[in-house]
């Protein structure tokens, strides 16, 4: 059974940086898509940022572009978010979660099996 655990979260100023793990335990990554998702207080849950299983394919929301980029290291089970210039609106829980694709190299922000418990980001002076 995969499990994801995610950290790196905390307390940052606006400007600041944070990068955020998701370290895999129970299974290889390897034949998992990973997407970092993030809620707010009252609203729902939306896809920021995910990766194909052999990394080629990418995708980011709109909000966040520019600013945050995904990566995978597939040798330490582990994918990345790199978050930079963030804004107080970037405050949320994030979870990463993945989405088993066997065949296709690609991401998207629907249908993902596995869920990790969220680490808090909070950006504020």
């Known amino acids: 059974q995969l499990q994801l655990v995610e950290s790196g979260g905390g307390l940052v100023q606006p400007g600041g940086s944070l990068r955020l793990s998701c370290a895999a335990s129970?299974?290889?990554?390897?034949?998992?898509?990973i997407g970092w998702f993030r809620q707010a207080p009252g609203k729902e849950r939306e896809g920021v940022s995910c990766?194909?299983?052999?990394?080629?394919?990418?995708k980011y929301a709109d909000s966040v572009k520019g600013r945050f980029t995904i990566s995978r290291d597939n040798a330490k089970n582990t994918v990345y978010l790199q978050m930079n210039s963030l804004k107080p609106e970037d405050t949320a829980v994030y979870y990463c979660?993945?989405?088993?694709?066997?065949?296709?190299?690609?991401?998207?922000?629907?249908?993902?099996?596995?869920w990790g418990q969220g680490t808090q980001v909070t950006v504020s002076s």
């Open positions: 129970g299974s290889t990554l390897d034949y998992y898509a």
């Open positions: 990766i194909s299983r052999r990394g080629g394919s990418t």
């Open positions: 979660a993945a989405d088993l694709m066997l065949v296709q190299d690609m991401c998207l922000f629907s249908g993902y099996d596995y």
